[in-house]
């Protein structure tokens, strides 16, 4: 169990530390992977940034990823939850077309005071709070990969164990590393005493503290 995000984030930057990446960057999934990835980053001495992904909604149960859509508009659909859940091709595009619009917002408000930060060359380590489907994470890597980091590293506290399998199977992870991969997983929160929801605002603040 860990006591919250930070206490989570701490764990982690004590575990990539051992890795020591060469000219790293966090790349933190918002929201609550950037008060993760903010506890990396400081920890490794190396800048911050967000990592625009939204998961998509599976039909009747929010909490399920039926996929994710990258910030510049390309998503990753899995099939298999999507047939599962009778998520149809218009439900997808609906869901799709609300997402890129909250990613929009997202947008505005993230990047009108710390411009985006390119990965081109750089240790890309991506942070999120936890990892179920891995559909948020996955279509991360695609997208950052696409940028030519000179690693890319996959990091979080506590992830599925399948997840963990599948996503370090990627042609573009060069490693994954997670605290905890449970046989028993239920859902992320489980794993923390204290998961409340990070607004927008408690974003903005930590991003302001690595302008």
Partial sequence: MFNNRVDAGQQLAS?????TPSRPLVLALPRGGVVVGAEVARRLACP?????VKKLRAPENPELALGAVCEDGSPFINEGVARATGA???YIEMELSRRRYEMGEQRRRYRSFKPRI???????????????TGA?????????????PHRLIVAAPV??????????AM???DEILCLLTPKSFGGVGQFYRNFNQVTDDEVVDILRRFV
């Fill in 15 to 19: 575990a990539l530390e051992q890795l």
């Fill in 48 to 52: 911050l940034d967000v990592l625009l």
């Fill in 88 to 90: 149809d091709k218009t």
């Fill in 118 to 132: 390119t990965p081109a060359g750089m240790t890309a380590i991506i942070v999120d709070d936890g990892l179920a």
């Fill in 136 to 148: 948020t994470m996955i279509a991360a890597v695609q997208s950052v990969a696409l940028e030519t």
């Fill in 159 to 168: 992830a599925a164990l399948h997840t963990v399998e599948t996503i370090g």
């Fill in 171 to 173: 042609k573009e992870v």
